[in-house]
């Protein structure tokens, strides 16, 4: 992993994700290296051309006490979009953390979103908060598979656990499937799983983007490749995405879950 420090001009960002109104991206890059990431478009826009997306990492350097938590009152943050929160080299920097204890006492609705079972670390910080949600990105609950596409995140179990221990601690948490993976993502095993200690549920579609296409069908072709025809269909149709949508909110009303269904916009990492 090359690592570098970087100053940054600004740490708390205006955003053009629907219903964020700020993201915070604690670091460029992401150690997680996910083989579907929509967020390798930073590569073009930080002075990275010819870098690997999870082979490098900015550190983004910054005087955090400048952070006013009352600018934010009302507002939504993310945390994070483009980048994950908890990677592991955050229990180095810790840039995310430092943020956050810079934003106590903001009135700002904040939400957390993590592949990371190191987000337990900062579950005192959390509590300091009165409008702060933990969220956990998973699709699939086999470590396996999940190794082989989200090469650097915790395993889906360790997220899982982690997210528990949010929950079990009096934070609001929500799971994030995302992206659903058409006949690999049991979404169902993954809501019955979490069900005791999730209070929302968003899920997202796999977008496929040029730059992402070739790896996702490699991985399809090596692990699945009897699911060959049904990606080509999905990656060719959008429309193939409506039927699953419709058994998700069925599956979901017959639960009364709190829930929504992001299909189709390109998802919070928009490029
Ligand atoms: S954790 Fe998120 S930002 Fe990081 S590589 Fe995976 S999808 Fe991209």
Same mark, same amino acid.
Do not use: C, M, Q
């Given at each position: 992993m090359k690592t570098t420090l970087r100053e940054a001009k600004s740490i708390i960002t205006k955003s053009n994700?629907?219903?964020?109104?700020f993201v915070i991206n604690p670091y460029i890059g992401c150690q997680h290296g996910c083989i579907y990431c929509y967020a390798e478009f930073m590569i073009r826009f930080t002075g990275h051309k010819g870098d690997k997306w999870g082979h490098f990492l900015d550190i983004k350097t910054f005087d955090f006490s400048k952070i006013k938590p009352q600018k934010y009152d009302n507002t939504r943050i993310l945390l994070s979009s483009v980048t994950d929160p908890y990677i592991p080299l955050e229990l180095k920097y810790k840039n995310t953390r430092k943020?956050?204890? !810079?934003?106590?006492? $903001?009135?700002?609705? #904040? /939400?957390?979103?993590?592949?990371?079972?190191?987000?337990?670390?900062?579950?005192?910080?959390?509590?300091?908060?009165?409008?702060?949600?933990?969220?956990?990105?998973?699709?699939?609950l086999d470590d396996e598979f999940a190794q082989i596409i989200e090469r650097g995140a915790?395993?889906?179990?360790?997220?899982?656990?982690?997210?528990?221990?949010?929950?079990? !601690?009096?934070?609001? $948490?929500?799971?994030? #499937? /995302?992206?659903?993976?058409?006949?690999?993502t049991d979404y169902k095993a993954i809501i019955q799983e979490t069900l005791d200690y999730t209070d929302s549920y968003m899920l997202e579609n796999l977008n496929f983007r040029p730059h992402n296409a070739p790896r996702i069908f490699k991985v399809i072709k090596d692990s699945y490749p009897k699911l060959l025809p049904v990606y080509e269909k999905f990656k060719r149709d959008?429309?193939?995405?409506n039927l699953i949508a419709l058994q998700i909110k069925s599956y979901c009303d017959d639960l009364k879950l709190n829930y929504k269904i992001e299909f189709?916009?390109?998802?919070?990492s928009k490029s």
């Open positions: 994700i629907p219903e964020i109104d943020i956050l204890e !810079n934003l106590v006492g $903001t009135k700002a609705h #904040i /939400s957390i979103l993590t592949k990371s079972k190191f987000v337990v670390r900062d579950i005192d910080l959390f509590k300091k908060f009165d409008n702060l949600e933990v969220g956990i990105s998973i699709n699939t915790s395993k889906p179990t360790e997220r899982l656990k982690a997210l528990k221990e949010v929950y079990d !601690n009096g934070i609001k $948490t929500y799971t994030f #499937i /995302s992206p659903f993976f058409p006949k690999i959008h429309t193939e995405w189709h916009h390109g998802g919070f």
